[in-house]
């Protein structure tokens, strides 16, 4: 997503490559990609019979190039390299696809071989690695074995299927990167990763799709549905769940084409023979991306004055302009405000954990304060002896305030670690509790055992503390064991479903802004918990305080 996003629904932008070029002439705009946004059904090459499954997409035509530029693009695709076993289900592929050409390239021995070992790795690789493709590299001969391999060239260059998704071709042809949530072929692991089901035999890039949209016409009306077979060339995680439950990437011209937004030929409605214009290639969108250190808004009004520039540039007696910059369809705004609906909710979550954070500083507050009340009466005649010896009063709340400021600096310092510590580490934490090692348990049993032996032995001289503390102990220990002996049995345990918190993986970047309020707001409420005690400590009479037992 760009920093500043420019949209005019679904009857497009004329004119938009002029508008980018506009764009990119400001210093403060780093990148700009057009992008073609719609939705469409999406026919997949599952399940194994005639009847295939459809997903509703969200379809978004794009530039490779130009928005690898703005977007992170590259880092979101999956599929970097071919690992071994859809190296082998490519080879397959390959062979029974061009069966003919094969069998006729091989001499009579080499073809029952490779037929033969062919249909057994197509049986037993949904459910093991069979290393199909080493038998046959050592069994044929050079030339059988490198006709065999030109057949596909992700069997050679393991990277094509990362540079396939990158140029939205596959063998040539305009190609499908899809979500990785949109195929129910790829399940997510206990561990956060994602593993392609029958030991990847639904592996997208293998396949081809289906996809048909509904144009809509200028006046509004719905168009007959246009549709278009593509292969997969990869698929992408943005890391945002309903992101890669229902977008797929298609190239720009192909997205034009089935919402009849490529240019066309405009002819007198009188006489159809005579063209009298053209209208332009149309877009929905314009993402820009600012140079680092670009504020959203600040962006957003630079886009807006050069939009007012290229319309105001447009030449005389264009046929078809650009939508106005005051047209109510045309909307300039940051990606702050276009998510505004996705992020609303985050940020109340976030302002709800700020209120029981001020729920929790009152708590802090009461606590410092029935502590150091406790210390106050504890230490009456020590601070009788310093108010007889002439500490003032003040002095005496400045020692108790000391003592609350280094409780409060110190535990605030070392709850930042400790939360700087678990949020960086928060999903190999989570992979370990829904994965939990057979260590966790061993380790459980083992302090449990030396618990109940601590407690015996502590407890032979009468002494009723130590069986409650080893009770305790041996019960804790005991259940930390069983609860990894079940999560094992039931062969993990997913905790932080995707679905449910809109992103793949537990974000872990720490703010550090929040955390330095956080931090003050605490020594403050420390400090305010010890004020009254201090109080109280400094109004004490000094001769009542000496005669204190």
Not at 2 to 31: F, I, N, R
Not at 278 to 287: C, E, H, K
Not at 380 to 396: E, F, M, N, P, Q
Not at 437 to 458: D, E, F, N, V
Request: charged share 20%.
């Amino acid at each position: 997503m760009g920093d500043v996003v420019v949209t005019y629904g679904l009857s497009g932008m004329p004119h938009y490559d002029k508008l980018m070029g506009t764009l990119k002439q400001h210093e403060s705009v780093e990148a700009v990609t057009p992008i073609v946004d719609g939705w469409g059904l999406l026919r997949m090459p599952y399940p194994d019979r005639d009847a295939k499954q459809s997903e509703t997409v969200q379809v978004w035509g794009i530039e490779p190039t130009s928005f690898a530029e703005v977007t992170k693009f590259a880092d979101s695709l999956q599929w970097k390299s071919v690992s071994e076993d859809q190296r082998d289900w490519l080879l397959i592929d390959a062979i029974r696809e061009h069966e003919h050409e094969v069998l006729t390239q091989l001499s009579e021995e080499h073809r029952e071989f490779v037929i033969e070992h062919v249909n057994n790795a197509a049986r037993n690789l949904n459910f093991e690695s069979v290393g199909l493709f080493e038998t046959l590299s050592k069994q044929l001969s050079e030339a059988d074995w490198e006709f065999i391999l030109s057949l596909d060239s992700r069997l050679t260059n393991e990277g094509d299927v990362l540079a396939h998704g990158l140029s939205l071709e596959r063998d040539g042809k305009p190609a499908i990167v899809s979500g990785l949530h949109v195929s129910e072929g790829n399940e997510r692991q206990d561990d956060g990763s994602y593993q392609v089901i029958r030991n990847d035999y639904w592996w997208l890039p293998r396949y081809t799709g289906t996809l048909t949209m509904l144009p809509i016409d200028a006046q509004g009306g719905i168009i007959e549905p246009e549709s278009v077979v593509m292969p997969f060339a990869n698929e992408f995680m943005s890391g945002v769940y309903i992101i890669d439950d229902t977008r797929i990437f298609v190239p720009l011209h192909v997205a034009q084409k089935l919402l009849h937004l490529d240019a066309a030929e405009i002819v007198d409605e009188d006489d159809p023979t005579e063209v009298v214009g053209v209208d332009p290639a149309r877009v929905t969108s314009v993402l820009v991306r600012g140079v680092e250190g670009t504020d959203a808004n600040e962006l957003r009004a630079i886009v807006q004055s050069s939009y007012l520039k290229f319309y105001d540039e447009m030449p005389v007696g264009t046929f078809v302009m650009p939508p106005p910059l005051g047209d109510p369809g045309l909307v300039i705004q940051t990606w702050e405000d276009q998510q505004r609906s996705f992020t609303g909710p985050v940020e109340k979550e976030r302002e709800l954990m700020r209120t029981l954070f001020s729920i929790i500083y009152l708590v802090v507050a009461a606590l410092i304060l029935s502590i150091f009340w406790s210390i106050v009466f504890e230490k009456t005649k020590d601070i009788g002896i310093l108010r007889s010896i002439g500490a003032s009063r003040l002095s005496v709340v400045w020692v108790f305030l000391q003592f609350a400021l280094v409780i409060g600096v110190t535990g605030a310092l070392l709850g930042s670690f400790l939360g700087w510590l678990i949020t960086t580490n928060i999903n190999a934490i989570h992979e370990a509790l829904g994965n939990p090692p057979i260590s966790i348990a061993i380790g459980a049993i083992i302090l449990g055992c030396l618990t109940i032996a601590w407690m015996l032995k502590r407890s032979r001289n009468g002494d009723f503390l130590p069986i409650v503390l080893g009770t305790l102990g041996a019960i804790l220990f005991a259940c930390i064991a069983l609860v990894v002996f079940d999560i094992r049995a039931m062969g993990g345990l997913v905790i932080w479903d995707a679905s449910v918190y809109y992103f793949s993986h537990i974000p872990n970047d720490v703010d550090w802004n929040a955390a330095i309020v956080t931090s003050i707001g605490a020594v403050v409420f420390c400090l305010i918990g010890a004020a009254i005690p201090s109080a109280k400590a400094a109004d004490i009479d000094p001769v009542k305080a000496l005669r204190h037992e």
